[in-house]
C-alpha cells in the first residue's frame, strides 16, 4: 500500500511517520512545503526508510496511491489570529488537491484530519451527536476562521458520498513531537518547567482530551484496512479527559512546576472553550482507544523532560 502524506511536517503527521516504520507492507509518499524539513525530522530522530520519498506538491499528482492523509492545518490559535485568509487557503488548496485525486481514482481512500471546532463556540459542556454549532453570522472574527473552513470541508466531503473520505475531528493532541515554539497550555507549561518559571494562569477551570499518538495510529489502521467505502467524520476521544488543574497538579508533582493563580481573563483567540472533548462515540472507536490523556501525558511529557513519567494511581 502506498501512503500519501500532505503536510508531512505537521504535529500529527511526525507521530504516523515515526508508527509507520514498523509497517513493512507500506511505503509512503511525502509532501511538505518545505521537504527539507521533514529530512531534518527523520535524520534528527535516525530514521531510515526504505519506498519512501519526499517532495513538494508539484509532484504529487505524478503518484499513485492507496491512500491520502491530509494533516495540512494551522493549528497554533496565535498563528490563527494573524494568518487571514491563509486559514482558508490552508484547508482549501490541499484539500482540493486530494479531492481531484480521489474523483479521478475512486478507490482510493482519503483520510483529512479535521477539528473539533467544527462545533461552533459553545462549549460549556461536552459536545454529542446532537450538538447544534452556532456562529454570528455577522460578527465573524479570526476565531471563527478556522472553524468554519473545517466545516466547509467537511461538508464538501459529505456531498461525495460516493468516495471513501473520513474526517477524524481531533479535538486535542499531544506528543513528544509538539513544537515548543506553539502557544498551547502544555507547551506553555513544558516551557515553564524549563525554564524554571512560574507558569501563571487565572481560575477558571477546563477540561481537554489528548488522544495518545498510539491510539491515533491504530484507529488510522483499522479503518485503512476497510473493504467498504466509509464517508463520514468521526470524533475521536480517549478513554477519559482530563482538567486544567489535573493538569497542573500532575506537573507540580512530578517536575517541580511552580504556578500561580491570577485574575487574568485572557482568553484564547479561538473563544473559551471551557469543556472541548466529545461524547459523540463510536463502538469501534471504544474498541481501540486504551489510554486516557493523563496516559498520553505521562509517555509524551516524560520524552521531553527526560523523565519516567509521573505516578500513576
Same mark, same amino acid.
Given at each position: 500500500?502506498?501512503?500519501?502524506?500532505?503536510?508531512?511536517?505537521?504535529?500529527?503527521?511526525?507521530?504516523?511517520?515515526?508508527?509507520?516504520?514498523?509497517?513493512?507492507?507500506?511505503?509512503? *509518499?511525502? /509532501?511538505? +512545503?518545505?521537504?527539507?524539513?521533514?529530512? #531534518? $525530522?527523520?535524520?534528527?530522530?535516525? !530514521?531510515?526508510?526504505?519506498?519512501?520519498?519526499?517532495?513538494?506538491?508539484?509532484?504529487?499528482?505524478?503518484?499513485?496511491?492507496?491512500?491520502?492523509?491530509?494533516?495540512?492545518?494551522?493549528?497554533?490559535?496565535?498563528?490563527?489570529?494573524?494568518?487571514?485568509?491563509?486559514?482558508?487557503?490552508?484547508?482549501?488548496?490541499?484539500?482540493?488537491?486530494?479531492?481531484?485525486?480521489?474523483?479521478?481514482?475512486?478507490?482510493?481512500?482519503?483520510?483529512?484530519?479535521?477539528?473539533?471546532?467544527?462545533?461552533?463556540?459553545?462549549?460549556?459542556?461536552?459536545?454529542?451527536?446532537?450538538?447544534?454549532?452556532?456562529?454570528?453570522?455577522?460578527?465573524?472574527?479570526?476565531?471563527?476562521?478556522?472553524?468554519?473552513?473545517?466545516?466547509?470541508?467537511?461538508?464538501?466531503?459529505?456531498?461525495?458520498?460516493?468516495?471513501?473520505?473520513?474526517?477524524?475531528?481531533?479535538? *486535542?493532541? /499531544?506528543? +513528544?513531537?509538539?513544537?515548543?515554539?506553539? #502557544? $498551547?497550555?502544555?507547551?506553555?507549561? !513544558?516551557?515553564?518547567?524549563?525554564?524554571?518559571?512560574?507558569?501563571?494562569?487565572?481560575?477558571?477551570?477546563?477540561?481537554?482530551?489528548?488522544?495518545?499518538?498510539?491510539?491515533?495510529?491504530?484507529?488510522?489502521?483499522?479503518?485503512?484496512?476497510?473493504?467498504?467505502?466509509?464517508?463520514?467524520?468521526?470524533?475521536?476521544?480517549?478513554?477519559?479527559?482530563?482538567?486544567?488543574?489535573?493538569?497542573?497538579?500532575?506537573?507540580?508533582?512530578?517536575?517541580?512546576?511552580?504556578?500561580?493563580?491570577?485574575?487574568?481573563?485572557?482568553?484564547?483567540?479561538?473563544?473559551?472553550?471551557?469543556?472541548?472533548?466529545?461524547?459523540?462515540?463510536?463502538?469501534?472507536?471504544?474498541?481501540?482507544?486504551?489510554?486516557?490523556?493523563?496516559?498520553?501525558?505521562?509517555?509524551?511529557?516524560?520524552?521531553?523532560?527526560?523523565?519516567?513519567?509521573?505516578?500513576?494511581?
Amino acid at each position: 500500500m502506498n501512503i500519501a502524506i500532505l503536510g508531512a511536517n505537521s504535529h500529527i503527521a511526525k507521530n504516523l511517520l515515526i508508527r509507520f516504520i514498523s509497517q513493512n507492507e507500506i511505503s509512503l *509518499s511525502l /509532501f511538505a +512545503r518545505n521537504p527539507i524539513s521533514v529530512s #531534518n $525530522f527523520f535524520n534528527e530522530n535516525k !530514521i531510515t526508510i526504505p519506498g519512501y520519498e519526499i517532495s513538494d506538491y508539484s509532484k504529487f499528482t505524478a503518484g499513485f496511491y492507496d491512500a491520502i492523509f491530509n494533516c495540512v492545518g494551522i493549528a497554533d490559535p496565535l498563528k490563527q489570529k494573524t494568518a487571514g485568509i491563509q486559514v482558508f487557503q490552508a484547508t482549501e488548496i490541499y484539500d482540493n488537491m486530494a479531492l481531484k485525486y480521489i474523483m479521478e481514482h475512486p478507490e482510493t481512500k482519503y483520510i483529512n484530519f479535521s477539528s473539533g471546532a467544527v462545533y461552533g463556540t459553545s462549549f460549556s459542556e461536552p459536545v454529542n451527536r446532537e450538538t447544534i454549532a452556532e456562529y454570528k453570522v455577522n460578527e465573524l472574527t479570526a476565531g471563527d476562521f478556522y472553524r468554519v473552513a473545517k466545516l466547509n470541508s467537511e461538508a464538501k466531503h459529505r456531498s461525495l458520498q460516493g468516495l471513501s473520505i473520513i474526517d477524524f475531528r481531533i479535538f *486535542s493532541f /499531544f506528543s +513528544r513531537y509538539i513544537d515548543l515554539h506553539t #502557544n $498551547f497550555l502544555l507547551t506553555e507549561i !513544558i516551557n515553564c518547567i524549563k525554564k524554571d518559571e512560574v507558569f501563571k494562569t487565572n481560575e477558571i477551570d477546563i477540561v481537554r482530551d489528548y488522544i495518545h499518538p498510539d491510539d491515533l495510529f491504530e484507529i488510522i489502521m483499522f479503518y485503512l484496512e476497510q473493504t467498504v467505502r466509509i464517508n463520514n467524520a468521526i470524533d475521536i476521544y480517549s478513554k477519559h479527559p482530563i482538567t486544567k488543574f489535573e493538569i497542573i497538579s500532575l506537573f507540580e508533582h512530578k517536575y517541580g512546576l511552580k504556578f500561580e493563580i491570577t485574575n487574568s481573563d485572557t482568553v484564547s483567540v479561538t473563544g473559551l472553550k471551557k469543556i472541548y472533548y466529545s461524547q459523540n462515540e463510536s463502538s469501534d472507536i471504544d474498541k481501540i482507544v486504551k489510554n486516557t490523556s493523563r496516559n498520553c501525558l505521562d509517555s509524551e511529557t516524560a520524552f521531553i523532560l527526560g523523565n519516567k513519567g509521573f505516578k500513576l494511581d
